[in-house]
């Protein structure tokens, strides 16, 4: 089971950190993904990392001003957004996969957290 949270509203320019706490003992095992949706549109990928060597990847829209992490210790993976824009605003969900390759699809991913709002406006 997923957990996101630290959405929230913030001004152009702004940063924001999400977390994403997950249950069990297999936390580890995972690739793990943030993605996005805004209303009207499809979920789109955000960020990745690997269950090996914390690799990182990030589709060009946010490469710069975001970093995914990843703490095995305590199940927990997190977002570090910064230079927030007007569209980066919609609901954020981190997603764990257990595929032998990290995937820029939503959907391939085995399981979801229910999001957290984000909402980049003055």
């Known amino acids: 089971q997923l957990q996101a949270s630290g959405g929230g509203l913030v001004q152009p320019g702004g940063s924001l950190r999400l977390s994403c706490s997950a249950s069990?003992?297999?936390?580890?095992?995972?690739?793990m993904g943030w993605f996005r949706q805004a209303p009207g549109k499809e979920r789109e990928f955000v960020a990745a990392i690997s269950r090996v060597n914390a690799m990182t990847y990030y589709p060009d829209s946010v490469k710069g001003r975001f970093i995914i992490s990843r703490d095995n210790a305590k199940n927990t993976m997190f977002l570090q957004m910064s230079g927030l824009k007007p569209e980066d605003t919609a609901i954020y969900y981190c997603a764990a996969d257990l595929s032998w390759k990290v995937s820029f699809s939503h959907t391939t991913y085995d399981f979801w957290g229910q999001g957290t709002l984000v909402t980049v406006s003055s």
């Open positions: 069990g003992h297999a936390f580890s095992m995972y690739n």
